[in-house]
């Protein structure tokens, strides 16, 4: 009888990203999975880490994760359709012993999910049907797989997301110190050692292709030709409605990136969100700018259902959240979001008006807020002229050190910006520097200050003194530009340094 032994090693993964997020997920996979030779391209973000399968479900700022098959230039396709299929072909598949090795590596990481009862129970029916044959059972059998292989049609649905939304809880052994984490293979010697020979698996091809190579062939045009490769040299088997292995493709000018997803529902999804509102990973992205600590209270002043205040809750233990809404429509589906997420212990929540705040100054150590724009809002309020004062009671709240989080609109943001005028405040500065170093009768040489010239001294006043004081004692501190689908938002960082 064979011993289980837990083998420490690492493996290269990417993950997909919405644009403007790849730095945070950057941050992420370093922090969290201790990854290294991470590098990122717009939309991925590539990385090598032994982080076992629950530490790489626990990823917040990603949309989906795939464990990388491969990563190539560019290909050059010739102009014969011929001979491009052949390049192509032969540049997809390479040495036939990289695919069985992510095969084999998929196959473990596999096993390890399947440890958890929770979801060997869930997928149960969805497997069932493909481990009926005759021939299939026995082929499990030598391989010693609980759930199967992953098969992949040849379709364009790179990001697809199941069709079941069950809770999918999964679960993997931890070996090492708390600091070290690895996967804990549960597997045999003899098992890992299998023959490549052996290992088969139904899939499905789905692609993406932009470029050049997308004047040449449509997606599904790709997907066949790739599949037919697949099949005819490493002998898999194409299923296309039920696959066990789905073998995602993105051909573009700048790269060819072949991968395998790891779970079957993407990162993206919150099992503890019922009503969705702001996407996940842009509120995960803004709470983790607010710097929060044990002790920390947080405060979202226009939460609307509340997604900014659960990501926060769910991945930041030990502090305290609050968010309030003028509107009750909104502030009940809130409620039922942290009943569904079981987080009423670590969350209030309030109706009462962002201009008028119900908190004494200087009572909150992070704030995090979207600002509504858009015509999903409907506001009868124009917000450019609500977001001066909306600013300045979300001032009043926060505690000096603290972070405030916003996410505006393009236009917004643009308005936001005159407020915070660089050159409007150093302007400020030399102006009241050279007025003290004239009360005190000295020169600007004997002082080092650089003189305002005196025809441009009233205007600056004029125009600057009434933007940039109103907001003193904040300091911007980075600018983020994130994409939201269909719209490009930004985020604003400003930390509070004076009352």
């Known amino acids: 009888m064979s011993q289980t032994s837990c083998v420490l090693r690492p493996y290269r993964y990417f993950c997909t990203a919405g644009k403007g997020m790849e730095q945070f997920l950057v941050q992420e996979v370093i922090s969290k999975l201790a990854a290294f030779d991470v590098e990122h391209v717009q939309g991925k973000v590539f990385f090598t880490t032994s982080a076992n399968v629950k530490k790489l479900q626990g990823l917040k700022s990603a949309e989906r994760l795939f464990l990388l098959l491969k990563k190539e230039p560019p290909m050059n ?82 990001e697809r997301i199941p069709d079941h939304q069950e809770s999918i809880e999964l679960d993997s052994g931890i070996c090492g110190d708390d600091g070290k984490s690895s996967l804990c293979e549960k597997v045999s010697q003899e098992d890992v050692s299998l023959n490549h020979k052996e290992l088969s698996a139904l899939f499905r091809v789905s692609c993406r292709c932009s470029g050049s190579v997308a004047k040449r062939f449509n997606a599904q045009e790709l997907g066949q030709i790739i599949g037919t490769a697949i099949t005819e040299q490493l002998g898999w088997k194409a299923e296309l409605r039920d696959p066990d292995v789905e073998v995602n493709v993105h051909l573009s000018d700048a790269h060819c990136v072949l991968g395998i997803p790891v779970f079957r529902l993407p990162l993206a999804h919150r099992t503890y969100i019922k009503t969705t509102g702001l996407r996940s990973t842009i509120a995960w992205a803004m709470v983790s700018l607010a710097d929060i600590k044990a002790g920390t209270t947080l405060l979202d002043p226009m939460c609307g259902v509340g997604t900014i205040l659960l990501e926060a809750a769910e991945d930041w233990q030990g502090s305290f959240f609050l968010g309030f809404d003028i509107n009750e429509s909104q502030l009940k589906k809130a409620y039922n979001n942290v009943q569904f997420a079981n987080l009423t212990e670590k969350i209030d929540l309030i109706r009462a008006s962002v201009m008028e705040i119900p908190l004494p100054s200087a009572s909150v150590d992070a704030i995090v807020c979207d600002i509504p724009f858009g015509r999903k809002f409907n506001s009868e309020t124009d917000m450019r002229t609500m977001l001066p004062d909306i600013l300045k009671e979300m001032e009043r709240v926060l505690c000096v050190g603290g972070n405030l989080v916003l996410l505006l609109s393009p236009q917004l943001s643009v308005h936001l910006k005159k407020y915070f005028n660089k050159e409007c405040k150093a302007a400020n500065n030399a102006i009241s520097s050279s007025e003290h170093a004239e009360d005190a009768g000295t020169s600007s040489q004997d002082t080092n200050v650089k003189m305002v010239p005196f025809t441009r001294e009233a205007t600056l006043k004029e125009n600057c003194n009434s933007l940039s004081k109103q907001f003193a004692s904040l300091i911007p501190n980075g600018t983020y530009r994130v994409s939201l689908g269909a719209t490009d938002a930004l985020i604003h960082r400003y930390k509070k340094v004076s009352i």
Do not use: C
């Not at 396709?77 to 299929?85: D, E, L, M, R, S």
């Not at 044959?133 to 049609?153: A, R, T």
């Open 77 to 158: 396709v010739p102009w014969n359709t011929g001979k491009a299929k052949h390049v192509i072909q032969k540049k997809i598949i390479g040495d036939d012993r990289v695919w069985m090795d992510t095969l084999s590596t998929w196959q473990i990481l596999q096993r390890d999910l399947n440890d958890n009862s929770s979801y060997k129970s869930k997928t149960k029916n969805s497997q069932k049907r493909k481990w009926e044959e005759e021939d299939k059972k026995e082929h499990n059998k030598k391989m010693n797989l609980e759930g199967g292989l992953v098969g992949s049609p040849s379709q364009v649905d790179l």
